[in-house]
């Protein structure tokens, strides 16, 4: 069986230590005089941080989707390793997204189907219900869309060429990320 991470890197699938497309500049977007390259990094650090997070999580969906649609957990991946990278993928994205909605991007459309896709793994660890890969890839597919597109959204919002549009060089140092 293949593994996941070597499908996702046929596919073109960016790896975490390189920032993905979603983060570089659009022709429309560069009407403002041209940055040097220190000031694109400057302007342009959030959203390679905030990429890097995302892309995290989009590798880890693409482990626990790949595993729905294909009937079968990776190989090697106990049941148990499995429902825990399911439960540490909700937590990290619900502490993320906490974080994001209550200080940067207010989006609540992400929580009530991360909320019952926990809720089903937390019940599949406990015993209470038996693991369904079908049952799994309908959750998923419950808010994958609109978390798949506030993933990119983001990034987008954060690029270079808007964010100094609204803070100075100097702004964009201090705040926080």
Known sequence: MEQPFEKMAEEGVPKCEKP????APKKEDQDLPKMSPQEFRVYNRMAEHMDMFHENFRRTWNLLYGACTSGKRPAGMSLRAFLNTGLEFCHHLTVHHTIE??????????????????GYLEECRSGERELRLEEMRELLEGFGTVLWQHLDDEVKQLRAENMRRFWSAEEMRRLPM
């Open 101 to 118: 909605e209550q200080h940067i991007f207010p989006h609540k459309l992400i929580h009530n189907g991360l909320e019952k896709f926990e």
């Open 20 to 23: 993905t497309e979603v983060s």
